[in-house]
């Protein structure tokens, strides 16, 4: 497949009459690196992130600079879409929105115990006593599999979420995302969302890696926007760790920081971190 070039989306949205605009975030990234405010936009009214999480900081670089807003999107291809901030939601920044019609989407503990508001669990579905229409039957011939996704009354998507009060849903990484280190459980979306706030930062992709004395740490494969890429890496590497602590905790700082020239990614744009994560622990 041809690459995908930031110059030729933005002169398209330019110059023909598209009202919609549907991206992986890691489109948007490469888009707001651009001068925006150059194209006009005359007929764009809706833009759309799924995939993965959009970083806020990527959000509101496009509304800067198109006036427009990024509504997330959160789905499988088991389920579709289960969670969304709709057209007319209040959108808020990080957050995948709320569950979508036809699904009762809820954060449950390792017992499938419904969990309150603001507490890490697991993303599922309520499949009893209605399985969803929309929901898939089983992935054929491979019952242990199958088998694998249900915890008591729900269908486990294999992410993990907190739902606030108001019922939004705030994505903290897949299950085999989540970095145990030193007793720490640290998601590697929110060490990414640090990352990219700062301007050295065009696109990070945050896994763990191994450690002799705390199990794993949290190690960022970084991308440089291109005013620092002759920067010294020593010093830039000091720099983004002392960012990251002022912005998360101090515990979840990368101690681990390889700079590279691109990530690993699917034909859909989604960051390949598994790739990244099998590298660092010696599985290929």
Known sequence: MPRFDPIAILETLSNYPVTA?????TAYRMLVLYNTTSYKFKSLQHCVSAGEPINPQVMEQWKASTGLDIYEGYGQTETALICATFKGMKIKPGSMGKAAPGYDVQVV?????????DQEGDIAIHIAPQRPSNLFSQYTGDPEKTASTIRGDFYLTGDRAIKDEDGYFWFVGRSDDVILSSGYRIGPFEIESALIEHPAVAESAVVSSPDPIRGEVVKAFVVLSPPYTAHDQDALTKELQDHVKKVTAPYKYPRKI?????LPKTVSGKIRRNE?????????
């Open 109 to 117: 503990d390792v017992d499938g115990k419904v969990l309150p508001p």
């Open 276 to 284: 990244l994560r099998n590298k660092e622990w010696g599985r290929v």
């Open 258 to 262: 390889e700079f590279v020239e691109q």
């Open 21 to 25: 605009f549907c991206a992986a975030p």
